[in-house]
């Protein structure tokens, strides 16, 4: 029943906070841009609950429960400082390009060239539908399993929230609800941990914990340590450092955001953010410090927040699950359309492209099989492949149209399958390599075609 009471309370707070607050957008610029006057505390709780995606909720307890010490670290780590690393880039764009809206307009227009658009404008496409397929996989199996509606339909009502309030006006509900969904998910966080740590074997629990379920991984350098930084650690950091860069939901803010509060807002959104994967990952030694029996270490938290609150607690715990998991959808469904801008398309259009988003998220998430750790390992390295290239044009580095497009289709076509192979054969120098050579190739095939095309010219 709980199930239900909270969907239902979570749809109206959400609706009655956008239509209350904000007014329907009849602009374009409204639509995607805020205007550019977004302000410091609601832009930094927007970064923090757009970065809280599945993978935040689930995988950072996972993790801890699994593979402890280094298991939590190689996820919260670079979680947050690739926030931190992000700033700077986020005020050049803003500087060379004031009235930008998506970043493939920016790279398009940097090299004059159709074909750059188009690359990015594919990564970037397919980012938003595999994130988005990834929170509905998510929320859907939790909330299918507590109310008893088929996983489809949960994910299609979960689809449903979000486009509901999005449409209304655009970056300016996704900003206002993040807000909203980043003081739910505190909330609960300071509920969950302190609770937990104080009942009976709390702490020594946590702490007989930090070696995950099995006891052996309490340290970053010893060979479990390293086993881990291979098989997670290393794709997982390449992969989240290159979040922001291979992410419209960010350059969208720093298009949006107030030009004087942009290093502000992303440094706070960073602290904001590192408390609820913090949170979740302490659930995450608790359980396994307790000998708690979890059926399903990908839903470790949740289990124990079963196991050891009274019923009513699931009720805060499903409002963070479902504010993290949508607050990315919603943030997803406004980059998607944004990067119609890209084409001068009208509102209309812009609306469209959120519910062919939305399509296309169910469609990944009901494929059989799938994991929420698969299909984040997987487009963490997806973002990657325009990492360099697009760090190098703002620092200034002079490339060419041919060097980037290239470089970008290098990491695509050769880094990717590798890395998807090592990921599906759970072979952890696969995925380690494929998470390095789509991360170094594009700039490195971008740089050496770049230098080609200078020195021909210059011979001509």
């Not at 906070?17 to 639509?31: E, N, P, Q, W, Y």
């Not at 999005?166 to 909203?180: E, P, R």
Request: aromatic letters at 12%.
């Amino acid at each position: 029943m709980y199930g239900f009471i909270v969907i239902a309370v979570y749809t109206a707070l959400m609706l009655g906070c956008t239509v209350v607050f904000s007014k329907r957008a009849v602009t374009a610029g409204d639509f995607h841009t805020a205007d550019r006057q977004l302000g410091l505390w609601q832009s930094a709780m927007s970064i923090a609950a757009t970065w809280i995606w599945a993978p935040a909720l689930f995988t950072s307890a996972e993790k801890a429960y699994s593979s402890g010490i280094p298991g939590l670290f190689w996820f919260l780590v670079p979680n947050v400082l690739c926030l931190l690393f992000f700033i700077p880039f986020a005020k050049r764009i803003r500087e060379r390009m004031p009235e930008g809206v998506t970043l493939s307009d920016f790279m398009a227009k940097t090299y004059r060239s159709e074909k750059v658009r188009k690359i990015y404008l594919g990564q970037l496409s397919l980012l938003s539908v595999l994130s988005t397929g990834v929170q509905l996989l998510a929320g859907g199996k939790i909330l299918s399993s507590i109310t008893g509606i088929p996983f489809f339909w949960m994910t299609v009502i979960l689809a449903a929230i979000a486009y509901s309030y999005s449409q209304f006006s655009g970056i300016k509900a996704s900003v206002l609800t993040d807000a909203v969904q980043m003081i739910l998910m505190l909330g609960a966080c300071l509920l969950f941990v302190p609770w937990a740590l104080s009942m009976e074997g709390g702490v020594s629990n946590l702490l007989s914990g930090l070696g995950g379920s099995t006891g052996v991984y309490t340290s970053l350098f010893d060979a479990n340590g390293r086993g881990v930084l291979l098989s997670f650690g290393i794709p997982t950091a390449i992969g989240l450092i290159a979040g922001p860069f291979g992410d419209q939901c960010f350059w969208q803010r720093a298009f949006s955001i107030r030009k004087d509060k942009i290093g502000k807002s992303f440094a706070l959104g960073a602290l904001m953010f590192a408390v609820v994967p913090l949170s979740m990952g302490i659930l995450g030694y608790i359980a396994a410090g307790s000998g708690a029996v979890i059926t399903d270490a990908g839903l470790v938290n949740f289990q124990l927040i079963d196991a050891i609150f009274p019923k009513w607690v699931m009720v805060p715990f499903l409002f963070m699950v479902v504010s993290g998991l949508l607050s990315t959808v919603d943030s997803n469904l406004c980059a998607a359309a944004s990067l119609t801008s890209d084409f001068g398309a009208d509102l209309k259009t812009s609306k469209i492209s959120m519910i062919v988003l939305l399509v296309l998220g169910i469609g990944i998430a009901n494929i059989p099989g799938l994991t929420v750790t698969h299909l984040f390992l997987f487009y963490c390295t997806l973002r990657a492949t325009t990492l360099l290239p697009t760090a190098m044009t703002l620092m200034g580095k002079k490339l060419s149209a041919n060097g980037v497009f290239f470089g970008v289709l290098a990491s695509f076509v050769i880094g990717l399958p590798i890395f998807a192979y090592g990921n599906l054969a759970g072979l952890a120098v696969w995925k380690t390599v494929g998470s390095l050579v789509t991360v170094l190739l594009s700039g490195i095939v971008a740089y050496i075609l770049s230098r080609k095309e200078v020195s021909a010219d210059a011979r001509s």
